[in-house]
């Protein structure tokens, strides 16, 4: 199927470990994105990635760092985990913006825990 | 960055229509107006985009004042199935602002 995947679905660690959770597109777009919804549901972009060129990054801390091998990837690393890192991660894809209807793909998202 | 605001939640029946305004006072020129949608425990989904006056496509309409200081998302005919958060989004496309999550308003259907 045509779709935005994240793995894994869920993510349950202690803090000060280190995780990745992987994205991946098969819809042919060059643009990728990295969301974090709280707890309170609140959707805020973190990372964008256009033709695996980072083009937004928003105020993260460090410890977030997004890798993208190719167009159709894009992983997060998240290194010393704290216990407010703890919400749902979506990854989302889309055309490159401009170019048509800006309308973005949104994967499953990752439930991250941190205890 | 244009600054949206919706109401919290709605309530409405099965087949009702079902309008929902977001306002955006400070809508700089190139800025467009996107809507998504999400149901829990998923990501959103598109729905629709507009710039000014009227956009229709097969799940709703956004009407759009000549101002665009606001813009309202009608939804025909709601059924159960469309309980779920709709965000209001407003920012330039090609700028890379139009990324900008609001609270999103909760909209309950019941029969």
């Known amino acids: 199927d045509t779709a935005v995947s994240q793995t894994p679905k869920y993510l349950v660690t202690q803090m000060g470990n280190d995780k990745s959770i992987k994205c991946e597109q098969n819809?042919?777009?060059?643009?990728m994105y990295w969301y974090k919804q709280d707890s309170k549901k609140f959707l805020k972009i973190m990372f964008s990635?256009?033709?695996?060129?980072?083009?937004i990054n928003e105020t993260v801390p460090n410890r977030f760092s997004p890798k993208s091998p190719d167009k159709a990837h894009l992983n997060l690393h998240i290194n010393s985990l704290e216990l407010g890192d703890s919400a749902v991660y979506f990854c989302?894809?889309?055309?490159?913006?401009?170019?048509?209807?800006?309308?973005?793909?949104f994967g499953p998202g990752t439930r991250l825990t941190v205890t | 960055l244009a600054k949206t605001t919706q109401p919290i939640s709605m309530d409405s029946y099965e087949g009702q229509e079902v309008n929902i305004t977001c306002s955006h006072n400070n809508i700089a020129t190139n800025d467009y107006i996107t809507w998504y949608q999400q149901f829990p425990s998923q990501g959103p989904r598109f729905i629709i985009q507009?710039?000014?006056t009227k956009v229709t496509n097969e799940v709703a309409s956004l009407f759009i004042p000549a101002d665009r200081k606001s813009s309202t998302l009608s939804l025909p005919r709601v059924s159960l199935s469309d309980t779920a958060v709709y965000y209001c989004l407003v920012g330039d496309i090609q700028a890379g602002t139009a990324l900008i999550f609001g609270k999103g308003t909760t909209l309950s259907v019941s029969s």
């Open positions: 507009g710039y000014k």
């Open positions: 990635y256009n033709n695996k060129e980072l083009i």
């Open positions: 989302a894809s889309s055309h490159t913006p401009g170019l048509r209807t800006y309308e973005q793909y």
């Open positions: 819809l042919g777009h060059d643009t």
